[in-house]
């Protein structure tokens, strides 16, 4: 079974803290994904890996940034956290041009 | 991005068929219909995806118009594991990405 793991599934931390969000999925999947999910505003992208180093913005990139240094790990990092970050952070990942994303169980990143 | 239309909500009892609808009537010719679903405190998991002919897999039968501008999901007999959001998402033959709307919240009724 393809697994997808997230550092932590709660994690609380304070304005202007700098935060680091690790993903790691064991099936060799090319592309991964971050997302954050908001009451009402369901799921959005906020950026996206097809490749080793390579980066794409999703929808909402503003406040994040992403690294990709090995195939398996994607990690999602809040430069200088603020209180509008505060939401559930899911991670993804699917074969290169296959519809099929797996994801991960989420971080709730509280922002104090 | 064509975009999906589904109700907020469903009730279902257990053990009956439930059929969940989608709308998407500015589908274009090489989009996929996708179909996940979120149980509670959990990530999405995928369920079923198809192009143009009806799709069966252990989880789920999905029925696409023959206009493909709607599509039903069906959980042949629903469980109390069933409850969740199900999410109708087109996506492009090429790429990647996959753009969640608000979904369908299930309740399945024991």
């Known amino acids: 079974d393809v697994k997808v793991t997230q550092s932590s599934r709660y994690l609380v931390k304070r304005t202007g803290e700098k935060v680091f969000l690790e993903c790691v999925q064991d099936m060799d999947h090319e592309n991964m994904f971050w997302y954050r999910q908001d009451p009402g505003l369901g799921l959005r992208l906020i950026y996206f890996?097809?490749?080793?180093?390579?980066?794409e913005k999703g929808d909402i990139p503003e406040g994040y940034s992403v690294s990709r240094e090995k195939k398996e790990r994607f990690s999602l990092i809040l430069e200088s956290a603020s209180t509008n970050q505060t939401s559930m952070y899911l991670c993804a990942s699917s074969v290169e041009n296959r519809g099929e994303q797996f994801f991960g169980p989420g971080t709730r990143l509280t922002v104090l | 991005d064509a975009k999906t239309t589904q109700p907020n909500s469903m009730e279902s009892n257990e053990e009956e068929p439930v059929h969940l609808p989608c709308n998407h009537s500015t589908i274009s010719g090489t989009d996929y219909i996708h179909w996940y679903r979120q149980l509670p405190s959990q990530g999405p998991e995928y369920v079923i995806h198809g192009l143009t002919s009806n799709v069966n897999n252990r989880m789920a039968s999905l029925a696409i118009a023959e206009d493909r501008k709607s599509s039903t999901l069906i959980l042949h007999r629903a469980t109390l594991r069933d409850a969740a959001v199900y999410y109708c998402i087109l996506k492009e033959t090429s790429g990647s990405r996959l753009t969640f709307g608000e979904g369908t919240q299930l309740t399945v009724n024991p």
């Open positions: 890996s097809y490749d080793v180093k390579m980066k």
